[in-house]
């Protein structure tokens, strides 16, 4: 795994977003060969000059390739790492698996995590007062109601079939799981009788990939 030695990820252990990228790393075996540079969100680490150099969007996860280009987002990451690495396919292998499981990660972060993402940072206290410069309560509301409507869909979609976009676990999985880890973590209650959508996560919570 010669090319995964020269990469380097920017995170902020026990995120979300980050945590995506960890289970793609994971799925791919190469957790191990990958250095890990640490960015305390909590000092606000990520909105110095420094870090908007590599980061315009001041967000973790980043990603420096082998060339020195710094990627940014985690479905990016994900999809070059998954390029780039032997191991498991979590992105598609033909056009049309592509296409579907990029429409359903989407699905996955704009339904669930992105979502959720907004309820917390603006109808929770969310990272504190030092970081939610600007929250709006009612925008942060109207993102739980989309939030717990995108529940119910993944909860129907996951009726008659074992991961969210394909035969085998994908980078859909992957965001759908961190989706509701958030949702966990910022209060937002998963509705128990969703049981389609429990059992899912509780497979997924047994894979090696999100025990990393
Ligand atoms: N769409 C981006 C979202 C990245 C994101 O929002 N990351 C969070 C951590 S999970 C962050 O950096 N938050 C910093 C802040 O809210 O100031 C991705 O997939 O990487």
């Given amino acids: 795994m010669e090319q995964a030695d020269k990469l ?8 979300p977003n980050p945590a995506r990228v960890r289970a793609a790393l994971a799925a791919k075996g190469a957790v191990e060969q990958v250095t890990f540079i640490e960015v305390d969100v909590m000092a606000k680490e990520h909105r110095t000059p420094e870090f908007y150099l590599i980061n315009p969007l001041g967000t973790v996860p980043v990603l420096r390739t082998p060339e020195g280009i710094y990627l940014t987002d985690s479905t990016v990451i994900i999809e070059y790492l998954d390029n780039i690495l032997p191991g498991p396919n979590l ?9 579907i499981i990029h429409m359903m990660q989407r ?7 992105d979502a959720v993402a907004a309820y917390f940072h603006h109808a929770t206290t969310g990272l504190g007062p030092e970081l939610e410069t600007a929250p709006c309560q009612p925008w942060g509301e109207l993102q739980k109601l989309k939030a717990q409507a995108g529940l119910v869909y993944f909860n129907q979609h996951l009726q008659d079939q074992a991961f969210v976009a394909a035969d085998r676990l994908t980078m859909a999985d992957i965001t759908l799981f961190y989706g509701l880890a958030f949702a966990d973590f910022s209060g937002l209650e998963i509705p128990a009788h969703l049981r389609h959508l429990a059992a899912w996560r509780e497979r997924m919570a047994q894979r090696p990939e999100f025990n990393g």
């Fill in 8 to 15: 380097t990820v920017y995170e902020t252990t026990g995120f």
């Fill in 91 to 99: 992105s598609g292998t033909t056009p049309l698996e592509r296409g």
């Fill in 107 to 113: 699905r996955a972060e704009v339904m669930v995590m």
